[in-house]
């Protein structure tokens, strides 16, 4: 079991629908040694390929990416959720349907931070159906950047996101992949 299986078995708590709540270390209370050790094995599995910007989404997203991109030396962008005022100029927007709050959101990013020079890697704290990457996917397609990989926390194997994005040919890394979870007796199996 790795650093991140553990903490998910000590501190991660089975919710009726398949969520796995993970809000004192990863969604709300944020551990960042924990995100630090998350980074440097990103790091680790990504050597070698050509990465210069990190891409996200909030608002989960922001705190893993900026603490994973010290170990990648490059900037993180965010996608965001709203219109804002301070969103100005052109913008590449993809409609992504929410997992955990059942809704549609537009998500947003200016042209002004990413262009065909970008080789992205995209990180997020879940993958379940896939909805959200495969909203970051298609902005990074329409800005004619290059998608050079996708690191995950933890990714849902029972749900079809993680199968979906490995068949489109992405280098796809999850750092804990659960492929059962129960409720009742609270039980997490992750995949070896
Ligand atoms: P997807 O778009 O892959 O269906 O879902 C990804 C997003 O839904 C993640 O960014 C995360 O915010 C949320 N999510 C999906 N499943 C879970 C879960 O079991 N627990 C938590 N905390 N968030 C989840």
């Given at each position: 079991m790795n650093f991140l299986e553990e903490r998910i078995m000590k501190d991660g708590v089975v919710k009726e629908g398949n969520i796995l709540k993970v809000d004192s270390f990863l969604?709300?209370?944020?551990?960042?040694?924990?995100?630090?050790?998350?980074?440097?094995?990103w790091a680790k599995r990504f050597e070698g390929v050509e990465i210069n910007k990190i891409l996200t989404i909030e608002a989960s997203g922001i705190g893993i990416?900026?603490?994973?991109?010290?170990?990648?030396?490059?900037?993180v962008v965010f996608a965001k959720k709203t219109q804002s005022v301070n969103l100005d100029g052109e913008m590449y927007?993809?409609?992504?349907?929410?997992?955990?709050?059942?809704?549609?959101?537009?998500?947003?990013?200016?042209?002004?931070?990413?262009?065909?020079?970008?080789?992205?890697?995209?990180?997020?704290?879940f993958l379940a159906n896939g909805c959200a990457l495969q909203g970051l996917i298609s902005i990074i397609n329409n800005a004619n950047a290059t998608v050079a990989g996708?690191?995950?926390?933890?990714?849902?194997?029972?749900?079809?996101?993680?199968?979906?994005?490995?068949n489109l040919g992405y280098k796809l890394e999850s750092l804990a992949i659960v492929d059962g979870m129960d409720h009742v007796t609270g039980k997490i199996i992750f995949r070896d």
């Open positions: 969604n709300h209370q944020l551990d960042v040694e924990l995100f630090d050790k998350m980074g440097a094995e990416a900026c603490v994973a991109a010290r170990h990648f030396n490059v900037p927007t993809a409609e992504v349907e929410s997992f955990t709050h059942k809704n549609k959101n537009q998500v947003i990013v200016s042209k002004k931070f990413l262009d065909e020079n970008d080789k992205v890697l995209i990180i997020d704290d996708i690191g995950i926390a933890i990714e849902k194997g029972f749900q079809p996101g993680g199968q979906i994005i490995r």
